[in-house]
């Protein structure tokens, strides 16, 4: 298992960006798969998007287009930049890599 902690949630109003960050203290190997998932209060957890090693993604049709995922290896460092904020996105989000996730940071989008 690896240690992932999240952090960068918070509050912001619709139509605004915010961008999460997981670090891993530990080496995350490039080779590994890294994701973003989120769970609303009441829904089960959502897959928000996916990273291969080499920085191929693929994002939920919910988020396509105002979210993207990078990582940079060197800081083993996964992030997810969120623009064009909804009030549904609302969730903790949650990052994952083979065997390990975070404990989530809490994004709210409300006015």
């Known amino acids: 298992q690896v240690q992932l902690v999240e952090s960068g949630g918070g509050l912001v109003q619709p139509g605004g960006s915010l961008r999460l960050s997981c670090a891993a203290p530990?080496?995350?190997?490039?080779?590994?798969?890294m994701a973003w998932y989120r769970q609303a209060p009441g829904n089960e957890r959502e897959l928000v998007g996916t990273?291969?090693?080499?920085?191929?993604?693929n994002y939920a049709d919910s988020v396509k287009g105002r979210f993207t995922i990078s990582r940079d290896n060197a800081k083993n460092t996964l992030y997810l930049q969120m623009n064009s904020l909804k009030p549904e996105d609302t969730a903790v989000y949650y990052c994952?890599?083979?065997?390990?996730w975070g404990q989530g940071t809490q994004v709210t989008v409300s006015s």
């Open positions: 994952w890599t083979v065997g390990s």
């Open positions: 530990g080496a995350i190997s490039s080779r590994y798969a």
């Open positions: 990273i291969t090693g080499r920085g191929n993604t």
